[in-house]
């Protein structure tokens, strides 16, 4: 395997980690979850997220994952791209953003494996109706911000592209 593609082996002159061209590395779905459960904002603000969608980057024999991310204070919003063709999940974090050093818990993952409409407001609905902790827990963290700032983040980083506007 090219040293350049393993997890914190970065050459100066490599997109942006967490790009298309440059993804986050993990192993599976659920490295990806865990990864993303990790993930914090630079002032310590966990992540709410959704998948759009997946895309194979032109010269790649693997798909890469996109996820919208929403900082749980709706402070920061980002889009980034995950691979998950790995053994390990990355232990960097892309720049501006910090990875928790704490184990993560199942039970409050905080995103999911699919598309979201009207993310993050109608999130608690994708979830499965016997996570009713994780529903209730999501709902809390949309209730405790007002509405109009979940709309307007004070933060939006584009690392990767809507994989479904792709074609427009």
Same mark, same amino acid.
């Given at each position: ?20 061209? $440059? ?89 999911? $494996? ?37 709309? $307007? ?16």
């Amino acid at each position: 395997m090219d040293s350049a593609k393993e997890p914190d082996m970065e050459p100066l002159d490599e997109p942006p980690f967490g790009s298309l061209d $440059n993804p986050i590395l993990a192993d599976g779905v659920d490295g990806q979850f865990e990864y993303l459960q990790r993930l914090r904002t630079e002032a310590g603000c966990p992540f709410l997220w959704h998948r759009l969608g997946s895309w194979c980057p032109s010269g790649s024999e693997h798909f890469v994952d996109v996820y919208e991310l929403m900082a749980h204070d709706a402070s920061e919003r980002w889009v980034l791209a995950l691979s998950l063709a790995h053994k390990e999940p990355s232990e960097k974090a892309p720049d501006g953003l910090v990875l928790h050093r704490h184990p993560f818990f199942r039970q409050v993952f905080t995103g999911v $494996n699919e598309r979201v409409a009207k993310f993050p407001l109608e999130l608690p609905l994708a979830f499965d109706e016997d996570d009713s902790q994780v529903i209730a827990h999501v709902t809390r963290i949309l209730e405790a911000t007002p509405k109009k700032a979940w709309e $307007n983040p004070k933060f939006y980083k584009i690392m990767a592209p809507d994989p479904m506007r792709r074609f427009a």
